[in-house]
Structures are given as structure tokens and as C-alpha cells.
């Protein structure tokens, strides 16, 4: 019966999401955004790398520097971490300050997590466009090495599915922190996804940081994700960035698969704890202090 | 003298943005009134009905479709800088201002808009709050209050720019009874000491609208029903006056229920309390004092009275053909 | 213009800005949020260089558009897309109500939202000179400052504008919001200079100020700037100086032709549209 209430309520809270999304404009201008907004982020670093060859000198092709490749797909898939913790600590930013619906939900007699959690769903859906539209282009338009025939598809998609709950569960630990936050709750998610973003190996490896970087890097399931992603998707791309530095150039490679599986998994289900406490708590305190329902905003 | 308010022919109908959205919605029929200046002036109307696009358009926040609408004699299309600079808007339920702020540096936030100086407008604002019961309060922050201390705070920030024209549209709503008391008196006196004040007041309650508006009028799907003081109002409904009378114990009421003008006549004799209950049903209020004369002339003490006249529900009642949903 | 329309208007930005600079000091959360955070996304960017072997004025570039990415947020999050919150909350119907200029609401948003943003361009330019050992050079102090008022007036002018587009729509203006971030650190080269977009595509970005903004900084701050420069610092000043006029003076007109569009078709005060 409870497992059926918080289906329904998944169901709800997604429907309701997808409407909070996408029902602002017509479909032709949500698809544009939805393409837009992703590639824009990703020139960005395309442009970078092309300005790096060009001043470099060195005269090599972006298509063929197996980095362009580990940058490109780390790129992509970080935009999961970036919108779906945003979404999931959105949810109670928005439903909170802007249109105080935010109570009505909590007294309602829901599981509240499914609430969270089928909100932030539509966001994975939507953003899953992105990454596909990304990868796509950055394959075809690009060059970007990836090999529809040399996938390691089981490995690739266990290494989705479990990156994907951590970080669901990480945006209830922020969206938590958020209810004792003003405002600028906003950051919140804008900075963890910055710190994911620096140390986790998404655009550089983790060996390019100070050493006692590294060590907080080694500590994040996001770095054992991306890597997991990588190897996955692109397993040639992989080992030609090996084989070209004289040394461990992702500070991971002494991982095989199903270590890296195993680590990604045992990291995972830490933050996972981690993350429903931190909620709980901070759920608590609002509750103490009354500010399930406050606005903060000026 | 020009009015405060004028609306020669004013409509206005809302189109969607898409067909499958619906039909065009004519939320204002040609609506025709004016207000005199120093009038607490009371509109009534069921919801949706138009009341508030009304406001709106008199308070520049919307353009009619077709018509004018004049405020202060400015005509609100076009003179809508000049309109601003003498009205004042207050609605029920409003959740503005900032809850970081305390409610004092609220209300000084908004005379800023005014071009009130600030030493003038802190002197208001302590005034005010003083008279709303609320001086206690000018120090907490907005997010603290209680809802009708919010709606409290919401109606001073609407007196506190001293504007020639108020529109409150349902100011009182979610107030309790002794706030919502101390807002009409000071309502009322407002309009009375002010020079040339005028209120432009929209209600549910027509107790409130009956006690405090010389003029009232009702509005429906955009239309102007009626429009008039509340006395001339209730008289569209029927002329009909119930008296009901607790006398001391009667035996012989034929000579009192043949007076003129007595429409029905009911009793009852309470033996036990020694009491005779009578209820009249009169044309008008002309037969009252006939019937007290024959109470005395019989020698009866009368321990009770209670006239009851039509209300403004029953108008309302009768020419909306619904209550207030 | 009289003095009462100048000193009410004055008043009115001096009103406006109170609330944010109040809420600054009364939440000071936002002190981690936007100082140390946003301090990640330059040094994810000036590690790619660095991992690259870029040349070393690359990562001042990333340390110097991340500092300028406070005021780019500013005006879409703090500016433009508030009036939507405001619309949500029902203090813009007070605000439009009022008989004050709608730039002076904008403006004193802007003016309140001003200290942090300064702050927080400034502790991301400093803490990025020092992590990454960047050499700035102070060579031309005052037309450093002109260069950076001038994008500031043009840019916040550019925020008005788009500030009025929150007066007719609502969410879709929200998203055009949302929008506008990547494109334009793509477009205006907040990470890598706007030269290597291409002549006409840097001619393009152009008309967002922050673009020749950043290029003339890039120029006056570092000695291989010139190298990587788009347009000389002289040229991109004068161009910047059109658009602080022309962008104001588009400001007021949209303001004007949006509300009067919403007054007409009745969403200036409609809510959740």
C-alpha cells in the first residue's frame, strides 16, 4: 500500500514537474532551449581546447587528442550533475519562495522524498536530452571518440544508474541545507556542482590538482563516476590517453573495472547515507525554527 | 467639482493567448460611474464579477479595451503619471513587501516610491501603526507576523502615502473583528476629516459595506446593477418591515391585528412565562406606531422588540440571484 | 525633467536598493555562496589550461571573466528575472502603481545588488591572482576604470531591457534568462578570447557590452593581452560608450512599449503565466 501511495506520489510530482518545465512555451521553443543551453556550455570548452592547439603550435587535430575526447564526455555527463542537483534543491527553493505551495506539500500525508525525488526525475529525463544531443554532436560535428561498436554497454549502464541515485540523493542533502538557507540557497547546488566539477576529474584529470586535492577527489563518488563513464563509453579514447603520459595521467589507473565499479558503488552508498541524514537534520532544525514556510527574498 | 472617479462606457474583455485556452472573457460591460470626491463609495459584486479588473484599471495597471476611465480627473490611458501620483491601492491577501525586512522599513520602503521624505514618512508610519495597534510590532521582521498583522501592515502602507484617491479591495479580509473594527473607524475617519478623500471600497461583507459606504454599487459579469445609497438599495427589494414583539400575557389581540397596514400577524402564548410573542409582517414602517399606541392603549408592557428591514443580502440575493460564493 | 520628478526617482532607488543591501547583512549566507563557490568554475577552467600547458596569460583570462561573470548574473538573476519574483509576490503591482520611473525600481536594484557583486568579483579576482599565481599589470589605472564603468552602464542597461520583458511574460522570459548564461560566456569570451571566434562572429557578440568589456580589460590588465585582443582598447572604449547611450535609451523605450503591452493584454500583473 505505502509502496503504491509513493508511486502515485513519484507520478504526481513528475507529472507536475514536467509542467513546471516545459509547459512555459511552445514545444519548438522548449526543444531549442533544451539543445541550446547544453551546447552553448559545451563550446565553451571546445573553443578553449581549439585556442590551447592554435596558440600551442603543435598543429595536431582536436578530433585526434584522446583528452578532447576525455574532456568532451565528462563534460556531458556532468551536466547530470549539475542540473539534477540543482533540480532536486530547486524544488524546495521554488516551491517554497516563489510559490508557497511548499507547506501544503509537507503537511499532505506523502512520502515526501518521492515528492523530491519525481520532481527531480523529469530533470534527469530532460537532461539525459541534453547529454544525448551533445554526445551526438560532439561525434558527428567534432570527432569526438566515441565507438557505438566498442561500448561496454553493461559496464556503461551500471555506471550510469548508480551515479544517478547518488546524486539524486546528494540534491536531498542540498535541498535540506536549502530550507535553512535564505535566497542564495541558490549557490548551494551551483557550488557542490562547482566542487564536482574541479575535483572529480570532469574536464581534467585529477592529477593536474594539488596533491591534497586529490586526496578530497579520491573521497567523491562523481570521480569513480566519470571515470566509470569514460571507460565505458569510450574504452579506446581511455587507453590512448594512458598510454600517452608517462605516468597514471588520471590518478586512477591502477582501478580496473570492477574495483572502480565496487569503489563507485561502496562511495556511493556512504554519500547515500550521508546525504539522507544531512536531510533529516536539517529538516529537523527548519522544522525548529520555522522555516518550512518562510520567504526570504529581497 | 470633478469627480474622483469617472468611467464613461469603460469595457474591458481579456483574450487568451491561445484558442484552446478558451473564449474572450468581458470582464467590464460598459460600466458607467461616478464617484464625488470626499464619497466612501462601496462596490459589491460576487467573484469574477469585475470588481477587481475595475481597480485595476483605475489604479493604471491595466488599459480598458474600450472607454475612459478618469481618476482625479487624469484620464488613466494616457495621464497615468499624473493618476499615480494620487492614488493608493491596498488588497486583501496581499503577501508584498519583504519578510527580511522589518515592518517599519517596509513602510518606509514604499513612501520612498511616493517621493515622501523621510523624516515626514517615518513620522506617519509611527502614527499609524500607533492607531492600527501595531507600534510593537514596527520593529519585527515582515516574516513574523501573523497573517492579519501582514494584512494590517498592507492597509497602512496604503494610507501611509496620504493619497487624494484609496482603493482598497477587500482590506479587511482575514482580519479579526476587533482589527477589522479599528480599520473601518479609521476608514470612516479618514474620509471624514480629510479634505476631499475618497474611497473606493471593495467587500464581501455587507454588513461592512451598509455601515460604512454612502453609496454602493453592485456589479455583475461586468454590469452595473445598481447603484445607489444603501437605504434606496434596500427598498428595490420589497417594503416589507418584520416586527417582533415579547409582551406580557395577551388575551385579546383582535383589535391589534386589525390596524392598518398589517400585512400578517402571528402570536403565541407562552402561559408559563406569561409571555405573548408577536410577530408582524408590515407595509413599510408607517404601522409601528400605530401598534405600539394599542400595546399601551391595552395596558400590555412590552418586554421586547425587534424590527428587522431588508438587508443588502437580500438585494444582492435578489439581483445577482446568488450569495456570495 | 523638475527636481520633484528627480528627487522622487532618487528617492525611489535609494527605497529599492535598501532591501538588498539589508538583506545582505541580515542573510549573511550568501558570503560563502557567492564568494568561495563560485571560485570552482575558474578553477576548473584555468586547470584545463594548466593541464594543456597553455600560455600562462590563458588562466589570468579564466581569473578575470569569472570575476566578470558576477555582474553578468547580476543583471539576469538580480535585475531582469526579479520582476518575475516580484510579479509572484505582488510587489510589482505596487512598484508599477507608483509614480516613479520603472528604471529607478531596476536601478535601484542594481545599486542595492551592486556591493556584493562588487565583492564577489573582487575576492574571485583576488583569490584567483593568488592560487594561480597570475600577473596582473596596473599599467593605464584610469582608462581601466572608464572601460569599466562604461560596460557597467551599458551592461545594466542591456538588463533593463531585457527586465522588460518580465512585464509582458512570465516564465518564458524566466528561461530566456536561463538561456542566456552559457551562450554568452561562449559568445562574449568570458573563458577565452573573443578573437578566435572568428571577425564577424566577435563582431556579432559585440553588442552584448561585457564582450569588448572583457577584451579591453583583457588588453589593460595583462602584457600579452594585446596579442589576443579583438579590437585596440581605444576603439572598444568609444564603441562601448554608443552602447552605454544606445542601451539605455532602449532600456526606457522597452520599459514604456512592455508595460504598455501588458496593461493591454492584461498579463502585467497576471501571475504564474
Redesign the interface.
Same mark, same amino acid.
Do not use: A, C, H, P
Given at each position: 500500500m505505502a509502496v503504491k501511495s509513493d508511486l502515485r506520489t513519484f507520478k504526481n510530482a513528475a507529472w507536475l514537474g514536467w509542467q513546471m518545465e516545459a509547459n512555459w512555451t511552445d514545444p519548438f521553443l522548449f526543444a531549442t532551449y533544451s539543445i541550446v543551453k547544453p551546447l552553448a556550455g559545451t563550446l565553451i570548452l571546445v573553443f578553449m581546447y581549439l585556442v590551447i592547439i592554435e596558440t600551442s603550435g603543435s598543429g595536431m587535430e582536436m578530433a585526434d587528442s584522446p583528452y578532447f575526447t576525455y574532456m568532451f564526455i565528462g563534460n556531458a555527463f556532468y551536466m547530470y550533475a549539475a542540473e539534477v542537483l540543482f533540480g532536486v534543491t530547486w524544488v524546495i527553493h521554488d516551491d517554497r519562495e516563489h510559490y508557497m505551495t511548499l507547506k501544503q506539500v509537507y503537511i499532505a500525508p506523502i512520502n515526501f522524498y518521492a515528492y523530491v525525488l519525481g520532481r527531480a526525475a523529469i530533470k534527469i529525463a530532460i537532461t539525459t536530452v541534453g547529454v544525448l544531443i551533445t554526445l551526438v554532436f560532439g561525434v558527428l560535428a567534432l570527432g569526438v571518440g566515441i565507438d557505438l561498436g566498442s561500448v561496454d554497454w553493461p559496464f556503461f549502464i551500471i555506471s550510469l544508474i548508480v551515479g544517478l541515485a547518488c546524486i539524486c540523493i546528494l540534491g536531498l542533502a542540498l535541498g535540506g541545507i536549502s530550507f535553512l538557507t535564505a535566497k542564495h540557497g541558490e549557490g548551494i547546488n551551483e557550488g557542490i556542482a562547482g566542487v564536482f566539477y574541479v575535483l572529480s576529474g570532469v574536464v581534467f584529470p585529477i592529477t593536474a590538482l594539488p596533491t591534497w586535492a586529490q586526496s578530497v577527489s579520491k573521497v567523491l563518488p562523481v570521480t569513480y563516476w566519470m571515470e566509470a563513464l569514460r571507460r565505458g563509453l569510450s574504452p579506446d579514447a581511455m587507453d590512448q590517453l594512458k598510454a600517452s603520459y608517462p605516468y597514471d595521467v588520471t590518478g586512477l589507473g591502477g582501478f580496473d573495472n570492477v574495483f572502480l565499479m565496487l569503489v563507485l558503488v561502496v562511495s556511493s552508498v556512504i554519500f547515500f547515507v550521508l546525504s539522507l541524514g544531512i536531510f533529516r537534520y536539517a529538516d529537523l532544525i527548519a522544522r525548529r525554527k520555522g522555516k518550512i514556510d518562510w520567504t526570504s527574498a529581497y | 467639482m470633478q469627480p474622483a472617479v469617472e468611467t464613461k462606457d469603460l469595457t &474591458?474583455v481579456?483574450?487568451p493567448k491561445k484558442k484552446k485556452e478558451g473564449k474572450s472573457v468581458t470582464a467590464l460591460d460598459s460600466v458607467d460611474l461616478r464617484i464625488e470626491q470626499g464619497e466612501l463609495f462601496g462596490l459589491l459584486g460576487p467573484n469574477g464579477a469585475g470588481k477587481t479588473t475595475l481597480l %485595476?484599471i483605475l489604479?493604471?495597471?491595466?488599459?480598458p479595451t474600450s472607454g475612459k476611465a478618469y481618476v482625479a480627473g487624469f484620464d488613466v490611458a494616457k495621464d497615468f503619471?499624473e493618476v &499615480? %501620483?494620487r492614488?493608493?491601492?491596498v488588497?486583501g491577501g496581499?503577501?508584498?513587501?519583504?519578510?527580511?525586512?522589518t515592518v517599519r522599513?517596509n513602510l518606509?520602503?514604499?513612501?520612498?516610491?511616493?517621493?515622501?521624505k523621510s523624516r515626514v514618512a517615518n513620522e506617519r508610519i509611527d502614527s499609524l501603526l500607533e492607531k492600527f495597534g501595531m507600534a510593537d510590532k514596527k520593529n519585527e521582521k515582515v &516574516?513574523t507576523l501573523s497573517t492579519g498583522m501582514r494584512q494590517k501592515m498592507n492597509v497602512i &502602507?496604503g494610507f501611509v502615502t496620504d493619497p487624494d484617491i484609496l482603493f482598497l479591495d477587500e482590506p479587511t479580509l482575514g482580519l479579526d473583528v476587533n482589527a477589522s473594527r479599528i480599520i473601518r473607524e479609521y476608514i470612516v475617519d479618514w474620509v471624514k476629516n480629510g479634505k476631499n478623500k475618497t474611497v473606493l471600497l471593495t467587500t464581501h461583507y455587507m454588513a461592512e459595506a451598509d455601515q460604512l459606504c454612502g453609496r454602493i454599487a453592485i456589479i455583475d459579469n461586468g454590469k452595473i446593477l445598481v447603484c445607489d445609497a444603501p437605504q434606496k438599495i434596500k427598498k428595490l427589494v420589497k417594503t416589507s418591515t418584520t416586527l417582533s414583539l415579547d409582551v406580557s400575557l395577551m388575551m385579546d389581540k383582535s383589535r391589534i391585528r386589525a390596524i392598518r397596514g398589517v400585512d400578517k400577524f402571528t402570536s403565541f402564548d407562552d402561559a408559563e412565562k406569561d409571555v405573548t410573542h408577536l410577530r408582524f409582517v408590515l407595509e413599510g414602517d408607517a404601522p409601528v406606531s400605530d401598534i405600539l399606541s394599542e400595546l399601551t392603549r391595552s395596558g400590555s408592557k412590552i418586554i421586547s422588540l425587534q424590527k428587522t428591514e431588508p438587508t443588502l443580502e437580500d438585494v444582492f440575493i435578489k439581483m445577482v440571484g446568488k450569495g456570495f460564493e | 525633467m523638475s527636481d520633484t520628478w528627480l528627487m522622487r526617482n532618487l528617492r525611489a532607488v535609494n527605497g529599492r536598493a535598501y532591501p538588498r543591501i539589508i538583506g545582505s547583512k541580515r542573510e549573511p549566507s550568501w558570503l560563502f555562496f557567492d564568494i568561495v563557490l563560485p571560485l570552482l568554475t575558474v578553477a576548473a577552467y584555468a586547470y584545463i589550461y594548466k593541464f594543456n600547458n597553455a600560455q600562462e596569460q590563458f588562466i589570468g583570462y579564466v581569473v578575470l571573466g569569472g570575476a566578470m561573470t558576477a555582474f553578468w548574473l547580476n543583471i539576469l538573476w538580480s535585475m531582469a528575472s526579479q520582476l518575475y519574483w516580484e510579479k509572484e509576490i505582488g510587489n510589482l503591482q505596487l512598484y508599477l502603481m507608483a509614480p516613479i520611473s520603472r528604471m529607478s525600481i531596476l536601478a535601484g536594484m542594481a545599486v542595492g545588488g551592486l556591493f556584493f557583486t562588487t565583492l564577489r568579483a573582487t575576492s574571485t579576482l583576488v583569490i584567483g591572482i593568488v592560487v594561480f599565481s597570475v600577473a596582473f599589470t596596473l599599467s593605464n589605472p584610469l582608462m581601466i576604470l572608464v572601460i569599466f564603468v562604461v560596460t557597467m552602464i551599458a551592461l545594466y542597461g542591456m538588463g533593463m531591457m531585457f527586465a522588460s520583458l518580465y512585464l509582458l511574460f512570465g516564465r518564458e522570459a524566466y528561461h530566456m534568462s536561463n538561456l542566456m548564461m552559457e551562450p554568452v560566456y561562449f559568445a562574449s569570451g568570458f573563458y577565452f578570447p573573443v578573437k578566435y571566434l572568428g571577425f564577424w562572429a566577435a563582431a556579432g557578440a559585440s553588442a552584448i557590452p561585457i564582450t569588448l568589456g572583457l577584451d579591453a580589460l583583457r588588453q589593460l590588465f595583462f602584457a600579452a593581452g594585446s596579442g589576443d585582443a579583438f579590437l585596440p582598447v581605444e576603439t572598444e572604449a568609444a564603441i562601448l560608450c554608443v552602447l552605454s547611450v544606445v542601451f539605455v535609451f532602449l532600456a526606457k523605450y522597452s520599459l514604456d512599449y512592455m508595460e504598455r503591452l501588458g496593461k493591454t493584454s492584461g498579463r502585467l500583473t497576471l501571475r504564474w503565466q
Open positions: - | &474591458r481579456f483574450n %485595476k489604479s493604471t495597471l491595466l488599459l503619471q &499615480r %501620483k492614488i493608493n491601492m488588497s496581499e503577501v508584498s513587501g519583504y519578510g527580511l525586512l522599513e518606509w520602503m514604499f513612501t520612498q516610491f511616493y517621493g515622501i &516574516r &502602507r | -
